[in-house]
Structures are given as structure tokens and as C-alpha cells.
């Protein structure tokens, strides 16, 4: 098992930066991805960014240039650093954790963080 546990996140002006955390705990030694996704109210989650054990990232196209995920092994931390917030970047905020499980792969969530940016 896998425990993820957000902080970071508050309200923010449009244009403003805030940097989310997730703080890993358990078997995190199989996992070989890490991500943050979003959900807004009435929509669906959708993935904001990844990065893999090997370093590759991906961001969805509404966050390319502002949104920078990273990894700290030795804290057993992932962070989203999100710079030029805009008011359609609301949202709460999950870390999220994928490792391998018998025949295929096993999602684990944070409990989610609230992100407003709103003047």
C-alpha cells in the first residue's frame, strides 16, 4: 500500500504561483510513476502532470510552460510548481502514484488539495 497526502494548495490571484506537495509513504519502491490531476466542479479528473522514475514528464496542454512537476527520492516528495495561475485552473488538486499489480497496474490517490485563483 501506498499513502499520498497533499498540501500546498489556498487561493491565489490570477497570474500568481503556488507549489503543491505530496508527501509518499509505504511501498513506494515498486512505483514508477508519479502525476497530479484535477478535478473541477462538474467535470471530469484529468490528468495535469506525470513524471516517470526514468525522469520523462508530460503536462496537458492547458499547463505546458506554467505547471513543472518534480521529485525528491531522498524526501519521498512530488511537488507541482504552478506559475501564471489563471481563473480555469481551479480545481482540487490529487497527487497520484502508479505501480505494478498482479496482471497489470494499481492506481494510488491523495485525499486532494483545493486550488483557487479568483481576484
Known amino acids: 500500500q501506498v499513502q499520498l497526502v497533499e498540501s500546498g494548495g489556498g487561493l491565489v490571484q490570477p497570474g500568481g504561483s503556488l507549489r503543491l506537495s505530496c508527501t509518499a509513504s509505504?511501498?513506494?519502491?515498486?512505483?514508477?510513476?508519479w502525476g497530479w490531476y484535477r478535478q473541477a466542479p462538474g467535470k471530469q479528473r484529468e490528468l495535469v502532470a506525470a513524471?516517470?522514475?526514468?525522469?520523462?514528464?508530460t503536462y496537458a496542454d492547458s499547463v505546458k510552460g506554467r505547471f513543472t512537476i518534480s521529485v525528491d527520492n531522498a524526501k519521498n516528495m512530488v511537488y507541482l510548481q504552478m506559475d501564471s495561475l489563471k481563473s480555469e485552473d481551479t480545481a482540487v488538486y490529487y497527487c497520484n502514484a502508479v505501480g505494478p499489480t498482479y496482471g497489470g497496474r494499481i492506481h494510488y490517490w491523495g485525499q486532494g488539495t483545493q486550488v483557487t485563483v479568483s481576484s
Open positions: 513524471i516517470t522514475t526514468g525522469g520523462s514528464t
Open positions: 509505504g511501498s513506494i519502491f515498486d512505483i514508477y510513476a
